[in-house]
């Protein structure tokens, strides 16, 4: 499958900005089953400083800074990618490795995958681990059951009990709350199943990325209408990185476009950075299109 | 925020006198029988024969020339009363051979150090194959993965390494702790051994000490080198916390010694990929930053976002290696105490070699096999965070009760691996000097270490510190506990004790040393501008304390006015410009505020403060003598709140003359001794626009209202008297006390260095000296217009029609509208100064995030 990504990120200041220093995690990677096959980065007004980059997590990062005046900024992304369709979760989902088995093997970590993949189950900027958090997950897992099976009903528990309400959180939400109200966005499910299952021990990473979106049947698709999304991966020992879409009760296949991952969306946060001046008040705005080609 | 607080000392380091039926503590000085070991036999006979009263007299004059230095350690925010770093004057001496073997274990746990970092930030091998359980990094908040990847272009990364050292109960040296960010005290180490060697200076000469100059030799040749890779003519800054960071002293001290400026994050800008420094010429490049902050403030783009002390986008330039940084950002992380725990086996696998100097055992909590045995012997143990990253808490085992204990127990098993616990070590005792005789004191010595072309080098002495009380249970993190000691170290040959010659190639750039950062030249100007305001005010009321207090007091009518003049010359209003009748006639409790009220802005002692701290932060350019006059003004001052304790005092003027002799003492060094660079020439501006300020509305409140002739000529003879220029008004004019002659003397005379026009023909002069930015002003710049527009003004003045009483008003209008306006142009022309050559940056903002994803 190949698809083309429109994503653009703009902003408006209140006064103008004399200086902006800013990293973006906006360009996409390469994962087992994707390749991306071009990629351009437009950033207006010109950078006089520009650098292409990779992150600790591979992720691809795009630094530029602004020494011009500017009340808006914008950054452009257009990339082109083409996704595989393997047999990949298929084996994963006959995974016979139980919960109890993997906590053992991370317990006494016997090779270096093991021991790396120790920073998933620690707390992240921020997701904090807890008793309240591991005790919504438990009931999906026991000693019978092969893990992936368990999350994969954990996942479904969140798709069912969670209602998608972009208008009940914002980025700085407490775990506890969405899991209290319920309610949220992608993000928040995704980071509320980091919270869930690093609590009972489960490696897991953060996934963000894009999902192709159809048009209901007989419309013509929207400009716009598609949105970055996150979902997130589980560890398998000697096996890989299993991923999960609370959001949509599915397991990726090739719909969902990784851009970055990491420990959650601090670690890939698609633009951050300082800027000099600019007023009190900066509003945002982010437009997504991803299309077959 | 403190980068380096020094390394507390256990209990037992720090705990009750020598007992010599102890063996819990190795004795430096003494073996087994009381006598004094071979090397330091020497210097407890110098110690004996000076007696108590000669060493006394010795401890008081290395207190008083620290004093002298501004050797202070964690500065209050009160410039009055600086913590003057402590010193005892008995050295620490180690013997060539004891030397021979921590130099060389130094040397290996500084390459060990060096290349934990470069793997823990690249190929992590000691994670993979778990020689360092990961959770102890991952976990880590120091542990700062935007700085993964990035080298250093040289063969070590970490360049400035710090280790402290203490010795156990058989003489054995055991490190407790290490420093890899930012290590300090090897300043304050250099400023103990010129203290010693001048009170004791027959000591010094004989004994065979090795030098200390050579270190800071490598570390300037280190950085030049570094540089090198980056530019042909390398810049090298020191970068500050500023002058509320703990160890500031220090920072400027070392600043100076190396010659490299001494900047904030301020005075730092990335620019076109770059780092710049801002200065009065505009921007100046920056290659090598040798850091005092702390890892997470260095960049508010990709660390701490509230940081006041970084520099937007520095990480990346580093990234990009147009900068560098010692030590690198991210360097933090190895100062973990968890870390210490697993060093004998990380030694074993990146050097194959056994450490030579050992740690002090230490137990990680992540298994469970040491938590069970920090359980059971929690009596005995430190129990520290594992990933600590600036200090942070520490519990003593045996300082807890039984309930206490229980909940630290319960926080280390909900996260057994965020705790280490570490044994205590008691410090070997150390003679020092006190209460009359050598008394024995727990014992820590930080160590340091440079990076060099071919490894590692060590300096060759220390920081030793010892308790300062005899009795103390827990001496914490306070140096004002503790009494540092300079740390001799004996050769045996002699070429060691020589000093090192300067290496020609690796002097600054002249340039970049004499182009001083605008925060520099800013807090300058505005010491000049806090000392002329200090000075007027003052000579004003000693003026009229002395005419109230004369022979003939003033009438009424002349008091009020002076009265009114000191409330607008102090800008303290309404003061006794809307004062009632009671006020004037008791004017005591409002005088004596004006002078000793601190907190109140324009009095006397809130401008000296001001000018005190505009001082400090300027530390670095401030001269040996300066420090001194600054150091009896702040006694002065004491005196002046003591004499003022209970109000006015019966000869009020009296203690004001101490400060205005200091201040004129001031005048005279920067006259005398100062070359006159931007430094001098800023200090100048501020004093020249502020005395033409402050006589024009002198002018203004004394002489706009007509009085009585008698009256009128005590008003104009305390005027006079109060800027100095009384005997030359009756020599030149006999008993003519015209008002006219009066403004022709302050106004309009060339003559008198208090003059109105010499101020504005000395400022004109000044602004042909300064550095013109290369701009596209047409014509002369707003500042000079200003300038030539008042000294125009001044010359052209009818000084006959000035002192004209207008009949309509009742006053001098035509006086009090001229000073009005010259006033408002000097106002204006320090704005103009201000915008050219000060910097306005306001900090950054956090770009917002938005929702994320949906």
């Given at each position: 499958m190949k698809y083309k990504v429109r994503h653009l990120t703009e902003y408006e200041y209140s006064a103008p900005v004399a200086l902006c220093y800013n990293m973006a995690h906006l360009l996409p990677r390469d994962t087992n089953n994707q390749r991306c096959l071009s990629r351009r980065i437009k950033v207006w007004p010109k950078p006089v400083y520009q650098h292409e980059g990779q992150d600790y997590y591979g992720n691809q990062t795009c630094y530029f800074s602004i020494e011009e005046p500017h009340q808006k900024l914008s950054i452009d992304v257009i990339s082109y990618f083409e996704i595989q369709t393997t047999d990949f979760i298929a084996q994963a989902e006959a995974h016979p490795l139980t919960l109890g088995e993997l906590k053992a093997l991370l317990e006494k970590p016997h090779t270096s995958e093991l021991r790396m993949a120790k920073e998933f189950i620690l707390n992240s900027p921020q997701v904090r681990c807890s008793e309240q958090l591991a005790e919504y997950a438990r009931d999906c897992f026991s000693d019978e059951i092969p893990m992936i099976q368990g999350v994969k009903a954990f996942m479904h528990k969140v798709f069912t009990e969670f209602n998608f309400d972009p208008t009940s959180t914002t980025v700085a939400t407490p775990l506890e709350q969405v899991l209290e109200q319920k309610s949220g966005v992608c993000q928040d499910f995704a980071h509320l199943s980091l919270g869930c299952l690093r609590s009972l021990g489960i490696p897991t990473r953060y996934m963000s990325g894009y999902l192709e979106t159809l048009?209901?049947?007989?419309?013509?698709?929207?400009?716009?209408?598609?949105?970055?999304?996150?979902?997130?991966?589980?560890?398998?020992?000697?096996?890989?990185?299993?991923?999960?879409?609370?959001?949509?009760d599915i397991m990726p296949t090739d719909q969902h476009i990784v851009t970055a991952f990491g420990r959650d969306y601090a670690d890939v946060t698609p633009l951050q950075g300082v800027i000099f001046e600019g007023g009190d008040s900066q509003t945002l705005s982010v437009s997504v299109d991803v299309q077959r080609v | 925020m403190h980068t380096d607080a020094l390394a507390p000392m256990t209990p037992e380091q720090a705990s009750l006198d020598f007992d010599p039926a102890s063996s819990k503590h190795y004795d430096e000085a003494f073996d087994m029988n009381g006598f004094p070991r071979d090397h330091w036999q020497t210097i407890i006979e110098s110690f004996n024969a000076l007696g108590a009263e000669g060493v006394a007299d010795r401890q008081q004059r290395a207190r008083r020339i620290l004093s002298d230095d501004g050797a202070t350690y964690n500065l209050t925010s009160d410039p009055l009363s600086p913590n003057v770093w402590g010193l005892d004057i008995v050295p620490y001496l180690i013997e060539n051979d004891s030397w021979k073997a921590l130099e060389q274990g130094m040397v290996q746990r500084s390459k060990l150090f060096d290349l934990i970092m470069k793997d823990l930030y690249g190929e992590q091998t000691l994670l993979k194959e778990g020689v360092i359980p990961s959770e102890i990094i991952f976990d880590h908040p120091g542990f700062l993965r935007a700085c993964?990847?990035?080298?250093?272009?040289?063969?070590?990364?970490?360049?400035?390494?710090?280790?402290?050292?203490?010795?156990?109960?058989?003489?054995?040296?055991?490190?407790?702790?290490?420093?890899?960010?930012?290590?300090?005290?090897?300043?304050?180490?250099?400023?103990?051994?010129?203290?010693?060697?001048?009170?004791?200076?027959?000591?010094?000469?004989?004994?065979?000490?090795?030098?200390?100059s050579h270190f800071f030799q490598t570390l300037r040749d280190t950085l030049m080198r570094i540089g090198k890779?980056?530019?042909?003519?390398?810049?090298?800054?020191?970068?500050?916390?500023?002058?509320?960071?703990?160890?500031?002293?220090?920072?400027?001290?070392?600043?100076?010694?190396?010659?490299?400026?001494?900047?904030?994050?301020?005075?730092?800008?990335?620019?076109?990929?770059?780092?710049?420094?801002?200065?009065?010429?505009?921007?100046?490049?920056?290659?090598?930053?040798?850091?005092?902050?702390?890892?997470d403030a260095c960049d508010q783009a990709e660390l701490k976002p509230n940081s006041l002390l970084g520099v937007p986008g520095l990480l990346e330039v580093a990234r990009s290696g147009k900068v560098v940084i010692a030590n690198p950002i991210g360097s933090g992380l190895l100062e973990t105490p968890a870390l210490m725990a697993f060093l004998p086996q990380i030694s074993q696998f990146l050097l194959g070699e056994e450490l030579s100097i050992a740690t002090v055992k230490t137990y990680w909590c992540g298994t469970e096999e040491n938590r069970l045995h920090v359980e059971a012997n929690l009596s005995q143990l430190i129990i520290k965070p594992a990933m600590r990253v600036n200090g942070g808490d520490s519990y003593?085992?045996?300082?807890?009760d039984q309930e206490a204990k229980q909940a630290l127990l319960d926080k280390?098993?909900?996260?057994?691996?965020?705790?280490?616990?570490?044994?205590?070590?008691?410090?070997?005792?150390?003679?020092?000097?006190?209460?009359?005789?050598?008394?024995?004191?727990?014992?820590?010595?930080?160590?340091?270490?440079?990076?060099?072309?071919?490894?590692?080098?060590?300096?060759?002495?220390?920081?030793?510190?010892?308790?300062?009380?005899?009795?103390?249970?827990?001496?914490?993190?306070?140096?004002?506990?503790?009494?540092?000691?300079?740390?001799?170290?004996?050769?045996?040959?002699?070429?060691?004790?020589?000093?090192?010659?300067?290496?020609?190639?690796?002097?600054?750039d002249i340039a970049l040393q004499s182009n001083l950062p605008s925060r520099v030249i800013e807090n300058l100007f505005w010491f000049g501008r806090y000392m002329e305001r200090a000075e007027v005010s003052l000579r004003l009321m000693r003026t009229f304390f002395k005419q109230m207090n004369g022979v003939e007091p003033l009438p009424k009518e002349s008091r009020d006015i002076l009265l009114k003049a000191i409330s607008l010359q102090t800008g303290c209003l309404p003061g006794f410009v809307q004062g009632d009748s009671s006020?004037?006639?008791?004017?005591?409790?409002?005088?004596?505020?004006?002078?000793?009220?601190?907190?109140?802005?324009?009095?006397?002692?809130?401008?000296?403060?001001?000018?005190?701290?505009?001082?400090?932060?300027?530390?670095?350019?401030?001269?040996?003598?300066?420090?001194?006059?600054?150091?009896?003004?702040?006694?002065?001052?004491?005196?002046?709140?003591?004499?003022?304790?209970?109000?006015?005092?019966?000869?009020?003027?009296?203690?004001?003359?101490?400060?205005?002799?200091?201040?004129?003492?001031?005048?005279?060094?920067?006259?005398?001794?100062?070359?006159?660079?931007?430094?001098?020439?800023f200090q100048e501006l501020g004093r020249r626009t502020e005395r033409a300020l402050q006589t024009a509305k002198l002018l203004k409140s004394t002489l706009t209202e007509p009085l009585a002739s008698m009256q009128q000529s005590l008003v104009l003879e305390s005027v006079l008297l109060s800027v100095e220029a009384l005997i030359s008004f009756r020599r030149r004019y006999r008993n003519r006390n015209r008002v006219a002659y009066g403004l022709d003397l302050l106004m309009a005379d060339r003559t008198n260095p208090r003059s109105l026009i010499y101020q504005t023909e000395q400022l004109r002069k000044y602004l042909e000296e300064l550095p013109r930015n290369e701009s596209s002003e047409l014509g002369l710049s707003p500042e000079k217009r200003m300038i030539i527009k008042s000294l125009n003004d001044i010359q052209l003045a009818d000084l006959e029609m000035l002192a004209h009483v207008d009949e309509i008003d009742g006053e001098r209008s035509a006086l009090s509208d001229f000073m009005t306006q010259l006033t408002e142009q000097l106002e204006r022309f320090t704005s103009h100064i201000s915008d050219k050559y000060f910097d306005h940056a306001a900090g950054p903002q956090q770009l917002v995030p938005g929702h994320g994803e949906y």
């Amino acid at each position: 499958m190949k698809y083309k990504v429109r994503h653009l990120t703009e902003y408006e200041y209140s006064a103008p900005v004399a200086l902006c220093y800013n990293m973006a995690h906006l360009l996409p990677r390469d994962t087992n089953n994707q390749r991306c096959l071009s990629r351009r980065i437009k950033v207006w007004p010109k950078p006089v400083y520009q650098h292409e980059g990779q992150d600790y997590y591979g992720n691809q990062t795009c630094y530029f800074s602004i020494e011009e005046p500017h009340q808006k900024l914008s950054i452009d992304v257009i990339s082109y990618f083409e996704i595989q369709t393997t047999d990949f979760i298929a084996q994963a989902e006959a995974h016979p490795l139980t919960l109890g088995e993997l906590k053992a093997l991370l317990e006494k970590p016997h090779t270096s995958e093991l021991r790396m993949a120790k920073e998933f189950i620690l707390n992240s900027p921020q997701v904090r681990c807890s008793e309240q958090l591991a005790e919504y997950a438990r009931d999906c897992f026991s000693d019978e059951i092969p893990m992936i099976q368990g999350v994969k009903a954990f996942m479904h528990k969140v798709f069912t009990e969670f209602n998608f309400d972009p208008t009940s959180t914002t980025v700085a939400t407490p775990l506890e709350q969405v899991l209290e109200q319920k309610s949220g966005v992608c993000q928040d499910f995704a980071h509320l199943s980091l919270g869930c299952l690093r609590s009972l021990g489960i490696p897991t990473r953060y996934m963000s990325g894009y999902l192709e979106t159809l048009p209901p049947p007989g419309q013509e698709k929207l400009t716009g209408a598609d949105a970055s999304h996150a979902w997130f991966a589980v560890f398998v020992p000697d096996f890989g990185w299993v991923e999960f879409d609370p959001t949509n009760d599915i397991m990726p296949t090739d719909q969902h476009i990784v851009t970055a991952f990491g420990r959650d969306y601090a670690d890939v946060t698609p633009l951050q950075g300082v800027i000099f001046e600019g007023g009190d008040s900066q509003t945002l705005s982010v437009s997504v299109d991803v299309q077959r080609v | 925020m403190h980068t380096d607080a020094l390394a507390p000392m256990t209990p037992e380091q720090a705990s009750l006198d020598f007992d010599p039926a102890s063996s819990k503590h190795y004795d430096e000085a003494f073996d087994m029988n009381g006598f004094p070991r071979d090397h330091w036999q020497t210097i407890i006979e110098s110690f004996n024969a000076l007696g108590a009263e000669g060493v006394a007299d010795r401890q008081q004059r290395a207190r008083r020339i620290l004093s002298d230095d501004g050797a202070t350690y964690n500065l209050t925010s009160d410039p009055l009363s600086p913590n003057v770093w402590g010193l005892d004057i008995v050295p620490y001496l180690i013997e060539n051979d004891s030397w021979k073997a921590l130099e060389q274990g130094m040397v290996q746990r500084s390459k060990l150090f060096d290349l934990i970092m470069k793997d823990l930030y690249g190929e992590q091998t000691l994670l993979k194959e778990g020689v360092i359980p990961s959770e102890i990094i991952f976990d880590h908040p120091g542990f700062l993965r935007a700085c993964h990847g990035i080298s250093v272009p040289h063969a070590q990364d970490i360049l400035l390494h710090a280790s402290d050292l203490v010795r156990d109960e058989r003489g054995q040296y055991l490190i407790v702790g290490d420093r890899t960010q930012a290590p300090s005290g090897a300043g304050y180490a250099h400023e103990n051994r010129v203290v010693l060697s001048r009170v004791m200076p027959r000591l010094f000469r004989t004994s065979r000490i090795k030098r200390l100059s050579h270190f800071f030799q490598t570390l300037r040749d280190t950085l030049m080198r570094i540089g090198k890779q980056i530019s042909d003519k390398p810049r090298i800054v020191l970068l500050s916390e500023g002058a509320n960071s703990k160890t500031y002293f220090e920072q400027a001290y070392l600043a100076n010694y190396l010659g490299f400026p001494l900047v904030q994050g301020g005075d730092l800008t990335v620019r076109n990929g770059q780092v710049w420094m801002k200065s009065l010429n505009g921007l100046s490049p920056v290659d090598v930053i040798m850091r005092r902050i702390n890892d997470d403030a260095c960049d508010q783009a990709e660390l701490k976002p509230n940081s006041l002390l970084g520099v937007p986008g520095l990480l990346e330039v580093a990234r990009s290696g147009k900068v560098v940084i010692a030590n690198p950002i991210g360097s933090g992380l190895l100062e973990t105490p968890a870390l210490m725990a697993f060093l004998p086996q990380i030694s074993q696998f990146l050097l194959g070699e056994e450490l030579s100097i050992a740690t002090v055992k230490t137990y990680w909590c992540g298994t469970e096999e040491n938590r069970l045995h920090v359980e059971a012997n929690l009596s005995q143990l430190i129990i520290k965070p594992a990933m600590r990253v600036n200090g942070g808490d520490s519990y003593y085992g045996h300082t807890l009760d039984q309930e206490a204990k229980q909940a630290l127990l319960d926080k280390i098993r909900l996260a057994p691996h965020r705790w280490v616990a570490q044994e205590y070590v008691s410090g070997a005792q150390l003679p020092v000097w006190a209460d009359q005789g050598l008394k024995k004191r727990p014992s820590i010595m930080r160590m340091f270490t440079v990076a060099d072309k071919d490894g590692f080098s060590v300096m060759p002495g220390g920081l030793s510190r010892v308790g300062s009380q005899g009795n103390e249970r827990i001496v914490g993190n306070n140096i004002s506990d503790t009494l540092s000691k300079d740390t001799w170290v004996l050769a045996t040959d002699f070429e060691s004790t020589l000093p090192a010659g300067m290496d020609s190639s690796s002097v600054q750039d002249i340039a970049l040393q004499s182009n001083l950062p605008s925060r520099v030249i800013e807090n300058l100007f505005w010491f000049g501008r806090y000392m002329e305001r200090a000075e007027v005010s003052l000579r004003l009321m000693r003026t009229f304390f002395k005419q109230m207090n004369g022979v003939e007091p003033l009438p009424k009518e002349s008091r009020d006015i002076l009265l009114k003049a000191i409330s607008l010359q102090t800008g303290c209003l309404p003061g006794f410009v809307q004062g009632d009748s009671s006020m004037f006639e008791e004017p005591n409790d409002e005088l004596a505020s004006l002078i000793c009220d601190g907190a109140r802005p324009g009095t006397i002692k809130s401008n000296l403060n001001a000018m005190l701290a505009c001082g400090e932060q300027v530390k670095e350019m401030l001269s040996a003598d300066t420090r001194i006059i600054l150091n009896d003004l702040r006694a002065h001052i004491h005196q002046v709140d003591r004499a003022y304790a209970n109000g006015l005092p019966e000869l009020p003027e009296e203690s004001l003359d101490n400060l205005v002799t200091s201040i004129l003492a001031l005048s005279g060094l920067n006259h005398e001794s100062m070359l006159r660079g931007p430094d001098w020439m800023f200090q100048e501006l501020g004093r020249r626009t502020e005395r033409a300020l402050q006589t024009a509305k002198l002018l203004k409140s004394t002489l706009t209202e007509p009085l009585a002739s008698m009256q009128q000529s005590l008003v104009l003879e305390s005027v006079l008297l109060s800027v100095e220029a009384l005997i030359s008004f009756r020599r030149r004019y006999r008993n003519r006390n015209r008002v006219a002659y009066g403004l022709d003397l302050l106004m309009a005379d060339r003559t008198n260095p208090r003059s109105l026009i010499y101020q504005t023909e000395q400022l004109r002069k000044y602004l042909e000296e300064l550095p013109r930015n290369e701009s596209s002003e047409l014509g002369l710049s707003p500042e000079k217009r200003m300038i030539i527009k008042s000294l125009n003004d001044i010359q052209l003045a009818d000084l006959e029609m000035l002192a004209h009483v207008d009949e309509i008003d009742g006053e001098r209008s035509a006086l009090s509208d001229f000073m009005t306006q010259l006033t408002e142009q000097l106002e204006r022309f320090t704005s103009h100064i201000s915008d050219k050559y000060f910097d306005h940056a306001a900090g950054p903002q956090q770009l917002v995030p938005g929702h994320g994803e949906y």
